[in-house]
């Protein structure tokens, strides 16, 4: 049976590769993509979103959702994603446009429609999931599980305490976390096991296909960025890890505990409290990612960009 998942972007370099991933893989039947403000403003994440499907012809809908989080000011990440958002890759002029439906009532209208059996992978400010919630509390009813991008137990990425998902819309987080909904948090822990190795990134580059050859540009200033920055051997593709636990959770080793959001203001604004030693007796609200198999995982990653 094929998963039934939407994913929620903010196309970036690594919600591009996660795209790959989940349009290729065959254990997943991808209904849609939706697409909020994140990494880059609104018109820039759908423009990427569109770019990268057409050249790689995955044909399913887009749909744009919230330009803004729910509360605090708009941020991006251009220091990481550029002023793009996908740094200097340069398309074709687009040849389709998203869908007229905003992606927050798609996202709802997808969720009464479905028998309990939907998926949701966000990997990106969790604006369009929450407002989806909010505006319609029977949602939540649709969906089977979210497996989300986002947090962290322990440092930050965009502040010392904060990842860059939550931070850019702490309100939104809460209002997940705080749903009901099993969710499973996929933060830097675990991402950060999955930075792409000189010997990955020659892989990809053989394939010698456009979309091999897309990714290796991105790649390539991912790194780049990441190497400046934060001194790391190689780009963490944090989206990926997310789409590849809805492939086969048993890549993942993850563990159950309460994560609550941290939405006063102050030096720990958007921080993923995780109680990872139980000590507050409080119910698990979210299985917290730990380990990678990462000796799966790559040619999982690998084998689905070769079958572009
Ligand atoms: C997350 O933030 C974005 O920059 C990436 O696309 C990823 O979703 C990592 O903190
Ligand atoms: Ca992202």
Redesign the pocket.
């Known amino acids: 049976m094929r998963r039934k998942v939407i994913l929620d972007v903010?196309t970036?370099?690594?919600?591009a590769m996660a795209i790959l991933l989940a349009a290729a893989h065959q254990s997943l039947d991808l209904q849609a993509i939706t697409v909020t403000a994140?990494?880059q403003v609104l018109e820039k994440t759908v423009a990427n979103t569109i770019d990268v499907c057409s050249l790689a012809g995955i044909s399913v809908p887009i749909y744009a959702g919230m330009a803004r989080p729910l509360v605090r000011e708009p941020l991006v990440?251009d220091f990481?994603?550029g002023d793009s958002g996908l740094g200097s890759v340069v398309f074709p002029p687009a040849a389709r446009k998203a869908e007229a439906e905003h992606a927050v009532d798609f996202l709802i209208r997808a969720c009464l429609e479905a028998d309990g059996d939907l998926t949701l992978i966000p990997?990106?400010p969790l604006s369009n999931i929450a407002m989806a919630l909010l505006r319609e509390p029977n949602t939540k009813r649709g969906i089977k599980e979210i497996i989300l991008?986002?947090g962290s137990i322990g440092v930050g990425?965009?502040t010392p305490a904060a990842?860059?998902?939550i931070y850019a819309d702490p309100e939104a987080a809460k209002i997940v976390f705080e749903s009901g909904v099993p969710i499973t948090m996929i933060g830097?822990e675990l991402?950060h096991q999955a930075m792409v190795s000189p010997e990955v990134a020659e892989e990809v580059r053989m394939i010698g296909t456009p979309v091999a050859h897309l990714v290796t540009q991105l790649l390539s200033d991912y790194g780049e960025a990441y190497r400046q920055l934060m001194g790391f051997s190689g780009p963490p593709v944090?989206?990926v890890c997310a789409v590849a636990y809805a492939i086969d959770p048993s890549l993942i080793e993850t563990t159950p505990m309460r994560v609550d959001i941290e939405t006063t203001p102050g030096l720990c604004y958007g921080r993923t409290v995780c109680d990872f030693y139980g000590i507050t007796g409080r119910e698990p609200n979210a299985d917290v990612a730990l380990t990678l198999d990462q000796r799966r995982f790559w040619p999982l990653f690998v084998e689905a960009l070769r079958s572009y």
């Open positions: 903010d970036g370099h690594d919600d994140g990494n990440s990481i994603h990997v990106a991008m986002g990425n965009f990842e860059f998902n830097l991402t944090h989206d």
